[in-house]
């Protein structure tokens, strides 16, 4: 453990620097955490207006409708193949904007860190949000820093919050499906649920990788077609089918879905097989999923397929008419069977 | 990974499917014997398309399902303390015992990890010395060797913080049983090509000279099934009552003879109550002399209480074959994945749950 000796002070009551780990002096004690803020956080997100320290940033105005999205990030592991929480916090906010029709402008970012986590992991986080944020063309314009007893948190829970312009003439919702209309998606679904649950169990299927990826620009891509797209998401928790019975809370529907369509990677695939679970289920971190109206299929495949997030797009299942608000599946012996909502999380099989 | 798709190839079923409805003159009741299997009839809809007179019954092959709810609570308890670590298989964390579940024991503070291989468990034990490591191991002679092989690195390696909760089953005993049961109606069994895998199947051969009841070992991908279906019917059409072997791919006549050895130097053959079907002579496993001090339920002292299961379940017949899962009054009624009364609404290779996950609907199918 190092202590540089100008941080040194003999004016009560600032506690010593702890070197390198979190300690919970870093939530608390003002010139601990100003450091920290100077030294860790800034200069990977260095803009214009989180520059000045301020409680808030003050923004310029923006033209017509916003869009605003929360989420939290609480990883384990916070680091895993193809990302980590850090792209994860950022991917998610911006994707959320994405779905609902709106670029991306800025993000806030709020960490909760436990006591006792090493500087170093910190760092290689902030870093990948700064890395990824950049990507994206926003800016992380305010913040928050908070400490808890070792055990509170594990190790780093994120919180992002996003803001965005809506696209003009963006007309988005699930009130907006009608029978006929096709489900897309736009690519390998399972990648991320699986590559997290592999990491977590140090499980090692070959070329498994999280998906984590922003997918606004695939959006626009597919809005800028010209195709009649009435509903976006992006299927993370919850996986393709908790997207679909979304949906039908709001439209009185049957979804058809073909099994074979789905697309799933070959490392993917071997996962769900020895694990026993449900590809429909599983989390994704940079897909998309499209309702367009049954004319456009074609236009918007292009579109997607035009873009290298969208290389794997697939045409999935239809809407159908009925009242029953089942998502049902045809095999590929030619039955159909109920894709039901499963009571908790996916479990692994014994056998 | 290297994946079978030629076991999934729907031209090749649906030929075989046609095969079966050429052969079948007369009316056959049969039973596929393990949960997987169910889940793959179930799940790819070859249930659906069999031909009428074929009726498939699904047998008591789920370890979830047969394991008793005073076991379970065994589980509970010792989970439940503060210096232990409870690992087990992911789908045992769902299920019911008399009051609360795994999900619940470790929302209340309980350090129950899912693992995927008991030898996982002995590594915990090695990392964390100071805690209790408990490994619950259920399942058939398929899962058996793994958690012998555990028991016996255990053993080398004197770790004294690691024990099981032995809750194993045997297949064979519960064959029999059905074939004696007055109200069964089964004709003849597709075998558990994974349980087989391990332990062959001389003990087969024994049953079908016994019971005269054919028996084909049989893999869980839908070509498997299918093709295992149409040896069966051939057997019964023709008057036949022989083992044969649809799994030739894995399954030896002696199984695999260093996981037999194995089970046998750690565990012996003892009586056991199976949950829906009672007590069963010989048909479960314990740890024998020289592995009993890696036995939980002598380390913790858990004392067995009796409990009386909820009487509108009878998943008792469903395990016999006697009761369809659909024709059961609680089924997706009382009797739901969420609120199961029993095990078989539990797990997902469970018939109850199998049939509810995949429910038809009163939709015409698109052909």
Redesign the interface.
């Known amino acids: 453990m190092s202590v540089d000796p100008r941080e040194w002070s003999t004016r009560c009551p600032v506690p010593l620097p702890s070197g390198d780990r979190i300690t919970l002096a870093h939530g608390e004690g003002v010139r601990v955490t100003r450091r920290l803020l100077r030294q860790e956080l800034l200069p990977a997100f260095a803009n214009e207006y989180l520059g000045p320290l301020a409680d808030g940033a003050t923004l310029p105005a923006i033209d017509g409708p916003l869009v605003m999205t929360t989420d939290s990030s609480v990883v384990s592991p916070l680091f895993f193949p193809g990302g980590d929480i850090g792209t994860l916090a950022v991917h998610s906010a911006i994707n959320d904007l994405a779905v609902c029709g709106a670029t991306p402008l800025y993000l806030s970012l709020a960490l909760i860190l436990e006591e006792g986590l090493e500087l170093d992991t910190l760092r290689r986080v902030i870093r990948s949000i700064g890395e990824a944020s950049r990507r994206c063309g926003v800016s992380v314009v305010t913040g928050d820093t908070k400490v808890v007893p070792r055990g509170a948190v594990d190790k780093v829970f994120i919180n992002t919050t996003g803001l965005g312009r809506l696209r003009p003439g963006a007309e988005l919702g699930a009130q907006r499906v009608r029978p006929g209309d096709q489900v897309l998606v736009s690519g390998t679904i399972g990648d991320h649920g699986l590559a997290i649950l592999a990491a977590r169990n140090q499980l090692d299927f070959e070329g498994l990788r999280s998906d984590t990826a922003p997918i606004h620009d695939l959006v626009a891509r597919l809005l800028d077609s010209g195709a009649e797209v009435r509903f976006l998401r992006d299927p993370t928790r919850g996986g393709v089918a908790g997207v679909l019975y979304e949906v039908l809370e709001h439209v009185a529907a049957n979804i058809h879905l073909h099994e074979e369509s789905l697309p799933i990677s070959e490392a993917g695939r071997g996962a769900i097989e020895l694990l026993g679970l449900d590809p429909w289920f599983i989390a994704n971190e940079g897909k998309l999923l499209a309702i367009v109206a049954p004319q456009d299929v074609d236009i918007a495949l292009k579109a997607l397929r035009d873009h290298p997030l969208g290389e794997g797009a697939a045409r999935i299942g239809e809407i159908r008419a009925g009242d029953d608000r089942q998502v049902l599946i045809e095999t590929a012996l030619g039955s159909v069977r109920v894709l039901h909502e499963p009571a908790g999380a996916p479990l692994p099989r014994i056998c | 990974?290297k994946?079978l798709d030629e076991y999934?190839d729907?031209r090749l079923?649906?030929r075989l499917?046609a095969g079966l409805d050429c052969i079948v003159t007369r009316p056959w009741t049969v039973m596929e014997v393990c949960g997987?299997q169910t889940h793959t009839l179930?799940?790819?809809?070859?249930v659906?398309?069999l031909p009428a007179n074929l009726r498939l019954i699904h047998g008591p092959g789920c370890?979830?399902c047969v394991t008793p709810i005073e076991e379970i609570d065994e589980a509970l308890d010792i989970a439940a303390r503060p210096d232990v670590t409870f690992c087990s298989?992911?789908?045992?964390?769902?299920v019911p015992g008399s009051s609360r579940d795994l999900?619940r024991v470790r929302a209340e503070g309980g350090d129950v990890r899912?693992?995927?291989s008991p030898l996982?468990a002995v590594e915990i034990a090695r990392r964390e010395p100071g805690r209790q490591v408990v490994f619950f191991a259920?399942?058939?002679e398929?899962?058996a060797p793994a958690t012998a092989l555990a028991a016996s690195q255990a053993k080398r390696e004197k770790l004294a913080n690691f024990s099981l909760l032995v809750s194993h089953v045997l297949v064979p005993p519960a064959l029999e049983m059905i074939l004696r049961s007055p109200g069964s109606k089964v004709q003849g069994f597709l075998a558990a090509g994974?349980v087989c895998t391990v332990m062959g199947f001389e003990d087969y051969e024994e049953l079908v000279r016994r019971h005269r009841v054919p028996i084909v070992v049989t893999g869980f991908e839908?070509v498997d099934l299918l093709e295992g279906l149409g040896m069966l019917v051939r057997q019964l059409e023709t008057g036949r009552a022989e083992v044969e072997n649809q799994y030739a791919r894995v399954v030896r006549r002696e199984g695999n003879r260093q996981a037999r050895n194995l089970l046998a130097e750690v565990y012996e053959v003892c009586d056991r109550t199976w949950r829906g079907l009672g007590l069963l002579p010989r048909s479960g496993l314990r740890l024998r002399d020289g592995y009993r001090e890696f036995d939980a339920r002598t380390r913790f002292g858990v004392v067995r209480r009796e409990v009386v299961e909820d009487a509108r379940c009878r998943s008792g017949e469903v395990l016999l074959g006697v009761l369809r899962p659909r024709d059961c009054a609680s089924f997706g009624t009382d009797c739901?994945?969420?609120h199961p009364l029993g095990a078989p609404m539990v797990?997902?290779?469970g018939a109850c749950a199998a049939y509810?996950?995949?429910?038809?609907?009163?939709?015409p199918?698109?052909?």
């Open positions: 990974v994946l999934r729907a079923a649906k499917l997987g179930v799940r790819s809809g070859i659906e398309r370890p979830v298989f992911g789908d045992m964390l769902r999900m899912v693992v995927y996982d259920v399942g058939f398929t899962t994974h839908p739901t994945p969420e797990s997902s290779e509810y996950s995949v429910g038809r609907s009163n939709l199918m698109s052909r």
